[in-house]
């Protein structure tokens, strides 16, 4: 098998390494190719196990893209988010990029408290909890000791448990409670959103510091809900065209609203749903995080 065809067999898993990584699909491409790169000049006689050296590599190449961009995300105008993987519902064929992300382990609430974590701890606990990559390969990525990297993976670990938005809904559930949701929403039923949305639940947007959203969270079902009811009486103004998709492998919603202003704005709304209510809303408005989002119009 020559070293193409090698490679190939192991992309989608490598792709899916970096995204749940990076949280962006553009920099995880990146660092996959750069990963067969190094691969196309390194001894390959002398790799026993391919798909944990190819690991190791991929993770090295995101532990440096982390702390590089360290500073730029602490910089970010506003909340960020990541760059979603978005899929109609209808799709048969979805490419690797997005079989690799359709697991729980990547949902966007997820990735969301992964951005919380140091460089180290993210990269220790994906390697470990998700990939289950021994400790004595995490500590050579992360260049430590073998108990150091453990503690990396448990701090990851806790800060995921402590921080995280529940999210444990199935498929036939979450079209329900969404359901649910946007006919509350579209009828301006403040009691039939304070019904599906849970006490605690948070909305989280990222504008990029270029499109209309909220800086810090909203918190709390009736500072929601009143949020929400805005947010619809205003699109009443626009031609708004809405599709329900996949998001990361979660049912969400697309939206794309025309002003009479001329103004144009897309949306991809990710959602984390337990105990039949809405935990959070995550709405990705960042035009350079939208780009590879399929267009509902022309």
């Not at 993770?59 to 978005?86: M, N």
């Not at 990525?141 to 529940?166: E, F, K, N, P």
């Not at 509350?184 to 948070?202: F, S």
């Not at 105990?275 to 990705?284: M, N, P, S």
Request: charged share 25%.
């Amino acid at each position: 098998m020559q070293a193409t065809d090698e490679f190939w067999t192991q992309r989608e898993h490598l792709l899916g390494v970096a995204y749940r990584m990076l949280g962006s699909r553009t920099e995880a491409e990146d660092a996959v190719q750069e990963a067969w790169l190094r691969y196309a000049g390194a001894d390959r006689a002398g790799i026993g196990d391919l798909r944990g050296w190819l690991t190791t590599v991929t993770a090295r190449i995101c532990l440096d893209v982390l702390r590089s961009a360290r500073v730029r995300r602490e910089s970010y105008a506003g909340q960020w988010l990541p760059e979603p993987i978005v899929t109609r519902l209808a799709a048969d064929d979805p490419d690797p990029a997005d079989r690799a992300a359709r697991t729980e382990e990547v949902s966007v609430a997820l990735l969301a408290v992964l951005e919380r974590l140091s460089p180290e701890q993210r990269v220790a606990f994906v390697l470990h909890d998700v990939f289950a990559v021994p400790f004595e390969e995490i500590a050579a990525v992360l260049g430590t000791t073998v108990a150091a990297a453990r503690q990396l993976a448990s701090r990851g670990r806790r800060a995921v448990t402590d921080g995280g938005v529940r999210h444990r809904a199935d498929r036939a559930e979450q079209q329900r409670v969404l359901g649910a949701f946007l006919a509350a929403a579209h009828q301006g039923d403040i009691d039939g959103l304070l019904a599906v949305l849970a006490p605690d639940v948070v909305v989280i947007g990222d504008g990029g510091g270029v499109a209309p959203a909220t800086r810090t969270p909203i918190t709390g079902a009736l500072r929601v809900a009143r949020f929400l009811l805005n947010v619809f009486r205003q699109a009443q103004q626009a031609d708004v065209a809405s599709e329900a998709v996949l998001v990361n492998g979660d049912i969400g919603l697309l939206v794309d609203a025309r002003y009479p202003d001329g103004r144009e704005q897309v949306l991809v709304m990710a959602f984390a749903i337990a105990d039949g209510r809405i935990t959070g809303i995550f709405d990705q408005l960042n035009p350079a995080k939208l780009g590879r989002v399929p267009r509902l119009r022309n």
